[in-house]
C-alpha cells in the first residue's frame, strides 16, 4: 500500500538499485486491479537518475540550475516541487516548509539551496501545470 495523510492506496513495491518504488493506482481498493496499469510512482532512496542525467543526489541548487523553473507546493509538513519542464515529476524536498512560507511565486528562491530529494512522485495526472504559465520564459 502507498499510504498519504488522506488514503491508502493499493500498490506494489520494487527494490532496485538502493531504490524503493511503489507502483499504485489511485483507486479505493484493498488490492491491485491487474487489468489497469500503475498511475502513481513513488520513488525513494538515491541510487537513480533523473531526466537530464541527473543524480538523484543533486541539492536544490543543481536543480533548479539545470531543470529551470519551478513551482513550490506544501503538502502537509513536506514541501514538493514541479519543474515545469516535467509536469507530471514532483520532488520532495527535506526543506523546512516554515522557511518556504509564503507558498507564492517566490517560494522557490527561499529553498535553501542544499535541499535534497527525500522522495519522488511521478503522476500520470499533472497538476499544477497551469502555475507555470509565464514561467517559462522568466529568469531562474
Known sequence: ??????HAYP????????????????????SLRLDEPA??????????VLPMGVPLTSNWAELRRTYGPAIVGPE???????????PKLYL??????ETVI???????????????????IVSLSPFGRSGCAGLEDSPH
Not at 11 to 30: K, V
Not at 39 to 48: C, M, S
Not at 77 to 86: G, H, I, L, S, Y
Request: proline residues 3%; charged residues 30%.
Open 76 to 86: 502537509f509538513d513536506d514541501v514538493w516541487v514541479m519543474f515545469c519542464k516535467f
Open 102 to 120: 509564503p507558498f507564492d511565486d517566490r517560494a522557490v528562491t527561499r529553498i535553501p539551496g542544499n535541499s535534497r530529494i527525500v522522495r519522488i
Open 1 to 6: 500500500m502507498r499510504e498519504t495523510e488522506e
Open 11 to 30: 500498490a506494489a513495491e520494487f527494490h532496485i538499485s538502493g531504490l524503493t518504488i511503489l507502483a499504485s493506482q489511485t483507486i479505493e481498493a484493498d
Open 39 to 48: 498511475d502513481t510512482w513513488e520513488v525513494k532512496g538515491t541510487g537513480g
Open 92 to 97: 520532495y524536498l527535506n526543506a523546512d516548509r
